[in-house]
């Protein structure tokens, strides 16, 4: 009888059989990752000031919220790009941050967003995701969708990401 392929990119020890040793480390547990990102988080002032919060935190992904208020609006009373903007590149930091090892904290090194639409109201929830993990650079990617007042979402913009994993100094 074959064994099934692996996932792709898990490496399968020799003799074709994956490990179901439940004495092998597991790597960090959910609620010791959102600890650790909302340590950090905490320490956005920019965040703090704009009302952003932290929803939640996944081995790879991050999703955060910012609602609607004079703070986060553009001349024409709708959401500022930089205020979107801030939000994605947060979201995709905080996804790297979840594969950076204990001790070590992430900067951005450049991103590329797409603004899809504009609103007013409701809320935004930016979504970041880990593209590719590496030890120098992370790859991460974040949409924005807006959560208007009556529930309809919609897609606001679309943000890709590099960043750079550099040692905690606080």
Known sequence: MNAAAPPQGEKVPSGGQ??????????????????????SFERQGLMRHL????????????????????????????????????????????????????GMEVVSVEYKINFLAAFKDGELRAV??????GRRLIVTSAEVQH?????TVSPCAVLQQTVMPVPQTY
Request: aromatic fraction near 4%; proline fraction near 8%; glycine fraction near 16%.
């Open 18 to 39: 994956r490990s179901t040793r439940s004495d092998e480390p597991a790597g960090p547990q959910p609620h010791e990752l959102f600890e650790r990102v909302r340590l």
């Open 147 to 151: 959560v208007a007042p009556d529930g």
């Open 51 to 102: 009302g952003a919060t932290l929803l939640r935190v996944e081995p790879g992904r991050c999703e955060l919220a910012l609602p609607y208020s004079e703070r986060v609006t553009q001349q024409q009373g709708g959401f500022h790009g930089g205020a979107i903007g801030a939000l994605a590149d947060i979201a995709g930091g905080y996804a790297a941050l979840t594969m950076a090892p204990e």
């Open 128 to 133: 970041g995701r880990v593209l590719k993990g």
